[in-house]
């Protein structure tokens, strides 16, 4: 008897173990005969709300940080930097997240060679079409719009309108100019590239513009192979083209008697619409394709960087105060041009209520 028990194999319990990871109540067998229902139930206990709210946490995070890797990318290669000359004429800033901070946002009226504009610069030298300063870090936030007509002495070149700076020495005479009126530093160039500015707001889905009614045409309009915009007054979503074309508008023909003072109020209403939309869920969603088409569109002498401190600032400031330099009067100069008029006071009090901002 004792020989036949030493010939059977021996007997052995066998148990499988599980990961350490998880607890025995979350274990999913994978024995034959578990039921689905079985299955979902195990997964549904896996599943616990801090799970899933450390999921979503882990995608946010990853989906910013390539929205940050794209634009320092965009910054290093796309950006266009300025002129030696402009380094210059710039005050010594601090981080703009930080610390307050001046700049001067500056756009060409350049067109198109083949662009039938009314009274459009197709070459020679370009004038500012856009002159506004803003004021952002340190928890200050404040615009102040210039009107391109607005008269002042250049140096070298008498009484001109102070768009025609930028066309003699470029944007370092303009920031120069300017703070010689203002008497406020300027540590920050940034000048609108028009020609990548319709692909950054259609990267951002449009935007919702609100203003007065509008009828321009740009290039000629439609007819001559241009652009014709017709807004009605009111809020609209517009795209990238019709950002451009309420940017670049010099005749409102739905409002003939508009002055150069309106023309720079539908730009800061452009500009809140945009801040407004990077502020909202559905820019977040196409935050990559917005970080990598925002360099293009500007010149600036700020790096990747430091321009990622500005937009921060931005989007923690709220929408600024806005402010416009307030014509005093007119007067025609001696080529027959008309321009506007501001008093020292009018340009002292602009200043400090923008420095206030």
Known sequence: MAAEHDDQPPQYTRYRASPRLLRRRERISLAPGRTAGELAAAWRRRLTPKRIALGVLALLVGWLALSLLLFLISSHFERTSPPADVAAALDSASFPLTSANNILVLG?????????????????????????????????????????????????????????????????????????????????????????????????????????????????????????????????????????????????????????????????????????????????????????????????????????????????????ATHLLRPSGAETLPDGEAGLTASHASWRAAAAQFMRG
């Open 108 to 320: 060409s009226d350049r067109r198109q060679k083949s662009s039938k504009e009314p009274h459009a610069n197709t070459s020679g030298p370009s004038r500012s079409d856009t002159i506004m300063l803003l004021r952002i870090g340190g928890g200050h936030a404040a615009r102040l719009s210039i009107p391109r007509d607005t008269l002042v002495e250049i140096p070298g070149h008498g009484r001109q309108k102070i768009n025609a700076a930028y066309a003699i020495g470029g944007a370092a005479l303009s920031i120069s100019v300017i703070k010689s009126y203002l008497s406020v530093p300027i540590n920050h160039l940034v000048e609108v590239n028009f020609e990548d500015f319709p692909k950054l707001i259609d990267a951002m889905g449009g935007v919702d513009y609100t203003g007065d009614c509008i009828i321009s045409r740009l290039n000629g309009g439609f007819r001559n192979g241009g652009y014709t915009l017709r807004l009605p007054k009111g809020t609209h979503h517009i795209d990238g083209k019709q950002a451009l074309a309420i940017a670049r508008t010099r005749e409102n023909l739905c409002r003939p008697g508009e002055s150069d003072l309106q023309r720079a109020e539908h730009q800061q209403a452009l500009f809140t619409a945009m801040k407004n939309r990077l502020l909202s869920f559905s820019s977040f969603i196409r935050l990559p394709w917005i970080a990598w088409n925002a360099p293009p569109t500007i010149i600036s002498d700020m790096s990747g960087e430091t321009l990622l401190g500005l937009f921060g600032s931005l989007a923690v400031a709220g929408t600024p």
